[in-house]
């Protein structure tokens, strides 16, 4: 049997949001079938669809009450340990209730850090992601990357947005700041790659990533045409066309982040 999942906790009380993931996770940008509903504003984390829980989310915090028989099954589900509150394996419901208790209504550590770190800018910016970062909030190798890329300093941008399209792959504003971070380094290839994701995955909130995504691939191929490869147009005839095969956003409890 495998251990259980060590938590860091996320509570966002403007937001109303608890999120507790496993370490090195995150849970926006996730592939569809990652949140497993419960109810309308308890989530489970899964590390694939189907999988094991790795985490869980829950909205509208401040009115959740882990008693409803609507989300019973949250206390006879997946267990998890939670250094942070002194937990081991523990339930959800558990953990909610003792995260209501720690919290009230100021945010953990990591929301702090990162609401600061969107204020500020340059090398403020830089140091206060790095915190962030240290927190346990992944979403911070993200931040880092594009005030990297602001600071003129794409190589150490470039390791910070890969893994940050590895852990939230669908990210749309994700991809296009690495393609930014490729080009830089004259990883052409890869940049092709990361616009054409982002144009496939900008939808919504974030679809101005398409437009700026497709801006900087049409600049890229007259620069360095690439053989073979073809694009879609949207139906618009401006750019690329979303790609009806990639998986869309999941479904989940979960906090907006900037998309930078």
């Known amino acids: ?41 308890f989530a489970y984390l899964l590390d694939v669809p189907g999988g094991r829980a790795v985490g869980f989310g829950i909205d509208e915090f401040d009115a959740f009450d882990p008693d ?5 099954e949250i206390w006879d589900g997946p267990r998890f340990d939670v250094p942070a509150l002194a937990l081991t394996d523990a339930c959800a419901g558990e953990i909610a209730v003792a995260a209501r208790h720690r919290f009230g209504d100021e945010d953990s550590l990591n929301r702090r850090l990162f609401s600061l770190a969107t204020q500020h800018p340059g090398e403020e910016a830089l140091a206060l992601w790095r915190e962030c970062l240290e927190t ?8 880092l990357g594009y005030t990297l890329m602001d600071l003129d300093r794409p190589r150490e941008a470039y390791a910070h947005l890969r893994h940050a399209a590895a852990i939230a792959p669908e990210g749309a504003w994700t991809w296009c700041w690495l393609g930014q971070a490729a080009e830089s380094i004259g990883e052409l290839g890869e940049a092709r790659e990361a616009y054409l994701s982002a144009s496939r995955l900008a939808t919504g909130p974030s679809a101005g990533a398409r437009d700026d ?6 600049r890229l191929r007259r620069i360095a045409p690439a053989e073979g490869v073809i694009t879609a147009t949207r139906t618009d005839g401006t750019g690329p066309a979303a790609d009806p095969r990639s998986p869309g956003r999941g479904d989940h409890p979960g906090d907006d982040r900037p998309d930078g």
């Open 68 to 72: 409803d028989p609507a989300v019973a």
């Open 1 to 41: 049997m495998s251990p259980a999942p060590r938590l860091y906790l996320s509570h966002d009380a403007q937001l109303h949001v608890l999120l507790g993931l496993e370490f090195g996770r995150v849970g926006d940008d996730q592939p569809r079938g990652c949140w497993a509903p419960v109810s309308e504003t």
């Open 136 to 143: 346990g909030d992944g979403l911070a190798h993200f931040g």
């Open 213 to 218: 995504a497709y801006r900087r691939l049409c």
